[in-house]
């Protein structure tokens, strides 16, 4: 199943309103994937790492986020269950924490749409593009 997400994997840059995000997703291997991401801006440098990981659980899959600030102090941990899984689609969502949903669709070869729903149900979106 997590074959079907291939199309995730390799870097990613762009924007999420005013800051940079850096994505790099690795290939699917034995059941997982991971990604590393950090978010800032030209003026304040990195404000946010994350850690994300997609696995295999039975016959689903389970995203996994670990945030952390520049000095590798934790800032939130969630899990994800999927939600939808679709061609060049995946949405994983959760009742609980800050973030309840993650959507990630590729509207074109070259571009990564990644749409973060917050507790409270606002939304904003990353338009990211191969470097």
Do not use: C
């Amino acid at each position: 199943m997590i074959e079907k997400l291939r199309w995730l994997a390799g870097d990613w840059q762009g924007s999420l309103g005013p800051q940079t995000v850096d994505e790099n997703w690795s290939e699917p291997f034995r059941g997982h994937m991971q990604a590393r991401v950090r978010i800032g801006s030209h003026e304040e440098g990195a404000t946010t790492i994350e850690l994300l990981s997609i696995r295999e659980t039975g016959n689903s899959l389970e995203l996994l986020v670990r945030q952390f600030s520049p000095a590798l102090e934790p800032i939130n941990s969630q899990d994800l269950e999927l939600e939808e899984l679709g061609d060049h689609l995946v949405r994983f969502s959760t009742d609980t924490g800050g973030i309840i949903g993650l959507k990630y669709s590729q509207p074109q070869p070259d571009q990564l749409e990644v749409q973060v729903t917050l507790a409270g149900g606002d939304a904003v979106t990353a338009s990211l593009k191969r470097p």
